[in-house]
């Protein structure tokens, strides 16, 4: 046929003259896989379809490729899953009974489904195929080809005894144009259609239709059978009028004035700024009409929607309506792939014009701890500190602009560090915030807890965490890049100046890092053990002071020889450890510092307490004594054993943590690295058997191993030369190893109290690491750090606004997303494309809750209604929100009809009456008639089917079903017919 | 060689002091006994490539001290574990009795929740029992661990107690994929829905 034009084909035949024509294989294709698919035979052996089926059950599609030449087609087949198999009614089954397909045709359980293909609507198919040309090759549009496609399908169902109707796809996709057949014994249905951008005059009506399908059937009897008729109009609402959207985007300008106490830096915004509800559609249906009960011609119509029997209604949502919080994280995210360091953002190099002072970096060091010296120690508020920090900006950037304004720098400055607004005493800072989770349960508590726990973020009332909340709100709407580079500046700043003048840190958990956070918060935690650290030197340095006369013979003579280095990995020492060979000896691994624990001279210990009457010796030999021991006493004298003040061991940050392992695994798993890994690590226990020793003179290993390691002491009872049970005690077997660790440093340690120790831990040197480490961090680094974070509070942030609205979906969405979080910050795979995706399913539940809201608001009842037309108003709008379409109890007059009659009814008076100066809501009835503004406007799509079954082609043939769909739309006009004919009786 | 290692795992080993930490994993990589071990400092570290089921896992093993006093030092290295075992010393009850208290310890400090446990009741050799295996079993089941008594002495078990934990660490991919392979969770479902017409059809 057609291959023999084709030039394409041609070469194919040219080389295999022998096979059939490309259309003969194409054919015995489609009839392959109607084979495979077991689509042959009888069809009619289904159960009745139930009312709502269609919509309730799913759909299965499976599809596969055939070729027709080199031309690529998608044969696809649909069915509906049915809740319940053929089985039961098998022995009904008439040999020559319809296909099930055109029993479908008259079927009226499911008619205008809200969710279907668009073959199931328009001819209500439970099952069918689809021959449609593959996704990139062009449509089939010349008629020849169509015919040759049509003709192709006929074929194959012919010779297989397919029963399941087989349509073709032509012309453009977009035009969802078909044409199909259905044979059954003795019986055929032509699936045809008609599609044209307008609906012809004479065509745009009921009774036109009418005409068209009545002419069509061709049907001599008379009389006609009566035509059944299902009407669906379609309204569209875009204008919401009174109900316009309620959220307004939050004026940040206004949030910040200075006059306005808090600033809701706290607060993450929420929200859509537009209206996430675009269109409401309302289908009004009269499910079940006959001819002549209704008129609808070009000049009249019985079709009121107000009237019409059944109404449903779906809503169509705004695609992306711009949504604040999704904003913000968006936002956020972007920073994190911004290059530039915070320097480069504010512009240092104009200060390096200056010249001279930058050149030396110490100086610039000086003028960065320079709040220290110009602030008195006594006051820290708000506004000096922004004073300092303004002299320093201006410093760097004369003439530039600071790209925060001091008002805006303040709020967030005192948000950030409350106590810096009320004068406190040094002691009473020390307490850390804990303002929040009051009000809520233990289970939601805990929830909370875990989102915390997976995402490694920071509590919800840390410093970090407040950090994380300012940093996202500055840079959605304070200056994005630049002035998140200020506000961090700013805050380095200030903890240095909390450094200096040895302030805690505001907002953090005391001890040492929680590796379960961020690490941006355990370097802040660290920064705060240095604090209290040197804090806590400078007061006993303080008390000290006053007693300073009268010790000062002492002192001069102790502090040299306390001096004492001993092997450490402090992580400050732990860079220096890793060339450290194996050789060297005790000393070799200490640095020089004379840096001691406390840096005190000699005093009597005041917080020991001593025991009554003890001697005058032991008493002024005894240092740094914490407390006696469970009432032991020394093995060699009768003093009792006392417990020494220790110094605590170093607090670490992951990444020093992580450095210092890796230092002891590179040592190796010799038995030798063992032991040097154990010498690097008993810098604490050196330092306490020092300290043991100060508090217990005259003690021995065994003493030491009794408070310090128990078991390695064994007791045992004995039997003496006099018969009498002793029990005697020694050093457990490995205690006892010569040259062990143990043993060797007990011979090392000198007698030293903790305070004359040299410090385990240099907290100088440490805060100024971590204040380094901050100083270099750039804005995307920043961003990184606090991005779990930001996260958390946003995954906190949809918690409680789904809370008030209930929905179901979105709970189980926030869920989810909780759990999966755990994956996105994983230190191995920080991936980006990852967290876009992460970010944009918490839009869409952002955007879910604002549509709940929008819907809400728009179905609230109003006073004076009944608490039942509540209930229903609630089920209606969270329908509305679940599912394509839903149905309006009691039509135009339930409570939810009258709700949308009235938006409607305002619609059309904005749009056709301006301006509205009445109320409609007192004499609507009235009105209504002498304004002649009807209350809907035209619809906007008309469906209209016809079914009736008769006897074609001749009046003595079976009577089979008859079946037109028409759609009228302002653009579309469409007829899709079935109409099937006897072939028997031809 | 090295290309065929599945995976590296980190290992924890935990549980008073003495109860035979430092000699379990003794006699795992060495398979030796040393009567002369010292009391721990701090942590020390082995590594042992072993062979499960026909998969390598390169095993960087912490052994930490049971020492009171480095307590606050220790629990730096639960970070990132995959596996731990927990030992007690079924001649010393006591030892028994403060697992719950390393339990705690490792709740508090791990960094994920899904890490596989082991109890090994250690030093079976010795005759002076304080425990028997039945409270054994009924405390890991109690806290879903795995289970086996052993003696560093004697090697019994101590094979088996390594073989076990790793395997079920394979078996949770959870646990060591998202390191060194990339295959991540999907976030997102694939968006169904094509065809001509699509799922989803309404009029308008
Ligand atoms: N009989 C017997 N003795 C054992 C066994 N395992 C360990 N020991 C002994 O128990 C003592 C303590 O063993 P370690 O391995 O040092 O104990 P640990 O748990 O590492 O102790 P810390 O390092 O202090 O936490 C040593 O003297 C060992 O010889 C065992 O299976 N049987
Ligand atoms: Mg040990």
Redesign the pocket.
């Given at each position: 046929m057609a291959a023999d034009s084709d030039p394409e084909t041609e070469v194919f035949e040219i080389t295999d003259f022998t096979t059939a024509s490309e259309w003969e294989r194409f054919v015995s294709r489609i009839e392959e896989v109607l084979n495979d698919w077991k689509l042959i035979g009888n069809s009619s052996d289904r159960l009745p379809i139930e009312k709502g089926e269609y919509t309730r059950s799913t759909w299965e599609e499976k599809s596969q490729e055939i070729n027709f030449a080199d031309f690529k087609f998608y044969i696809t087949h649909y069915v509906l899953v049915q809740d319940q198999q053929t089985e039961d009614v098998k022995d009904n089954v008439e040999e020559d009974a319809f296909p099930v397909a055109m029993q479908d045709l008259l079927c009226m359980n499911n008619d205008f489904p809200p969710r279907a293909h668009c073959l199931v609507r328009w001819y209500g198919l439970r099952e069918f195929v689809v021959v449609s040309p593959g996704a990139n090759c062009e449509a089939i549009i010349s008629e020849s080809k169509c015919n040759l496609l049509h003709s192709s399908v006929s074929i194959a169902l012919a010779n297989s005894g397919c029963q399941v109707p087989l349509f073709v796809q032509v012309q453009q996709k977009w035009r969802k144009m078909f044409a199909g057949e259905c044979q059954g014994p003795g019986v055929r249905t032509d699936f045809e259609m008609v599609h044209l951008k307008k609906a012809p005059s004479q065509y745009n009506h009921l009774s036109g239709l009418l005409d068209i399908f009545k002419s069509k059937i061709g049907c001599c009897l008379s009389p006609l059978p009566p035509v059944n008729i299902a009407i669906r109009f379609t309204y569209v609402l875009q204008d919401w009028q009174q109900y316009s959207w309620p959220q307004q985007p939050p004026d940040f300008d206004t949030l910040l004035g200075s006059e306005v106490g808090g600033v809701e830096f706290g607060k993450l915004p929420f929200g859509a700024c537009e209206e996430p509800i675009s269109e409401l559609h309302l289908a009004t249906t009269w499910p079940n009409l006959t001819e002549g009960i209704v008129v609808d011609n070009e000049v009249y119509s019985d079709l009121d929607p107000l009237q019409a029997p059944h109404w449903s209604v779906r809503v169509r949502t705004a695609e992306n309506p711009q949504c604040l919080l999704g904003d913000l994280l968006t936002e956020f995210l972007r920073l994190c792939s911004r290059k530039e360091s915070t320097e480069e953002v504010l512009g240092r190099r104009l200060g390096e014009d200056e010249g001279k002072e930058n050149a030396d970096i110490s100086s610039a060091l000086s003028r960065l701890t320079e709040p220290a010296a110009a602030v008195p120690i006594s006051k820290l508020s708000v506004s000096n500190m922004v004073h300092s920090a303004r002299k320093h900006i201006r410093r760097h950037k004369r003439n530039d602009e600071s790209p925060l304004s001091a008002d805006v720098l303040n709020s967030v400055l005192l948000y950030l560090f409350p106590d810096a607004a009320v004068e406190k005493s040094p002691d009473s800072k020390n307490k850390t915030a804990n303002t929040n989770s009051s009000g809520k349960s233990e289970q939601e508590k805990q929830s909370d807890h875990n989102i915390f726990l997976q995402l490694k973020s920071a509590p919800s009332d840390s410093l970090t965490y407040r950090l994380a909340l300012c940093v996202c709100l500055i840079n959605y709407s304070h200056g994005g890049l630049r002035a998140v580079a200020h506000l961090w500046q700013e805050f380095v700043l200030e903890l240095r100046y909390r450094w200096e003048n040895n302030y805690l840190v505001y907002g953090l958990t005391g001890g040492p890092p929680d590796l379960r956070c961020c690490l941006l918060h355990q370097k802040l935690q660290m920064l705060n053990c240095c604090i209290e650290r040197k804090r806590a030197r400078d007061e006993t340095r303080k008390a000290q002071d006053g007693n300073k006369d009268r010790e000062r013979k002492v002192s001069g003579s102790t502090n040299n020889s306390g001096s004492h280095e001993c092997p450490t990995l402090t992580p400050a020492a732990s860079s220096t450890t890793k060339e450290v060979s194996p050789g060297k000896s005790w000393d070799s691994w200490s640095d020089s510092e004379d840096e001691f624990f406390e840096c005190l001279s000699d005093q009597g210990e005041a917080e020991a307490p001593q025991p009554e009457g003890e001697k005058e010796v032991n008493k002024s030999k005894a240092e740094g004594r914490l407390h006696p021991y469970n009432n032991m006493t020394l093995l060699h004298s009768a003093e009792p054993l006392y417990v020494p003040v220790t110094q605590e061991p170093a607090p670490m940050t992951e990444d020093l943590l992580e450095e210092q392992s890796e230092v002891l695994a590179k040592l190796g798993t010799s038995a030798e690295g063992t032991h040097l890994r154990a010498r690097m690590q008993s810098a604490c226990l050196l330092s306490d058997m020092e300290s043991f020793k100060a508090a217990n003179p005259g003690c021995v290993l065994e003493d030491f191993v009794r408070w310090y390691?128990p078991r390695?002491y064994v007791e045992e009872e004995e039997v003496d030369e006099k018969g009498n049970t002793v029990v005697k005690g020694s050093l457990?077997?490995?205690m006892k190893i010569p040259g062990n660790m143990w043993v060797e440093a007990w011979e090392t340690a000198r007698v030293v109290p903790a305070r004359r120790q040299r410090r385990l831990f240099d907290d100088t040197k440490e805060a100024e690491k971590v204040l380094h480490f901050l100083a270099v961090q750039k804005p995307a680094d920043l961003t990184r750090h606090l991005l779990p974070c930001i996260i958390h509070a946003a995954i906190l942030k949809l918690k409680d606004e789904e809370v008030v609205e209930d929905i179901p979906t979105v709970r189980k969405s926030i869920q989810q997303a909780t759990s999966q979080a755990s994956k996105l910050f994983s230190p191995f795979n920080q991936d980006h494309k990852k967290l876009e995706d992460f970010i944009s399913q918490l839009i869409s539940m952002e955007i879910a809750i604002t549509r709940a809201r929008s819907l809400k608001a728009k179905f609230a009842v109003s006073e004076g209604e009944k608490a039942e037309d509540a209930a229903e108003l609630e089920n209606f709008v969270s329908s509305l929100l679940e599912e394509p379409e839903v149905v309006v109890l009691g039509a135009g007059q339930g409570p939810a009809g009258s709700i949308i009659h009235r938006l409607f009814v305002s619609a059309q008076r904005a749009a056709l009456l301006s301006p509205l100066d009445e109320d409609f809501g007192n004499d609507r009835k009235q009105t209504g008639g002498s304004n002649k503004v009807p209350d809907f406007p035209p619809p906007a799509g008309r469906e209209i089917l016809l079914r009736t079954c008769v006897p074609r082609p001749a009046p003595y043939s079976k009577a089979l079903p008859q079946r037109l769909f028409c759609v009228l739309m302002k653009e579309e006009f469409r007829l899709a017919g079935a109409f099937s004919l006897d072939t028997a009786f031809f | 060689m090295e290309e065929d290692i599945l995976t590296t795992l980190k290992i924890l080993i935990i549980?008073?002091?003495?109860?035979?930490?430092?000699?379990?994993l003794?006699r795992f990589t060495d398979d030796t006994?040393?009567?002369e071990?010292?009391?721990?400092i701090g942590v020390d570290f082995k590594v042992k490539t072993i062979s499960v089921d026909g998969n390598k896992a390169k095993l960087a093993i912490w052994?930490?001290?049971?020492?009171e006093r480095f307590r606050t030092l220790t629990p730096s290295y639960y970070r990132g574990a995959q596996g731990v075992i927990l030992?007690y010393?079924v001649t010393r009850r006591e030892t028994f009795t403060k697992l719950d208290n390393w339990l705690n310890e490792l709740e508090t400090y791990c960094t994920r929740n899904d890490l596989v446990k082991m109890l090994v009741g250690?030093?079976?050799?010795?005759e002076n029992h304080e425990m028997d295996r039945a409270e054994g079993l009924k405390f890991a089941r109690k806290h879903s661990m795995l289970f086996i008594e052993?003696?560093?002495?004697?090697r019994d078990g101590v094979q088996c107690a390594f073989e076990e934990l790793v395997e079920k660490i394979i078996q949770t991919p959870g646990l060591w994929q998202s390191e060194s392979h990339g295959r991540g969770v999907q976030l997102t479902d694939e968006d169904a829905g094509n065809g001509s017409c699509g799922g989803y059809c309404s009029l308008v």
């Open positions: 390691s390695d457990s077997p490995r | 549980g008073e002091s003495g109860v035979g930490k430092s000699s379990l003794l006994f040393d009567p071990q010292a009391a721990t052994d930490t001290a049971g020492q030992v010393d250690n030093k079976i050799d010795k052993a003696s560093a002495k004697t």
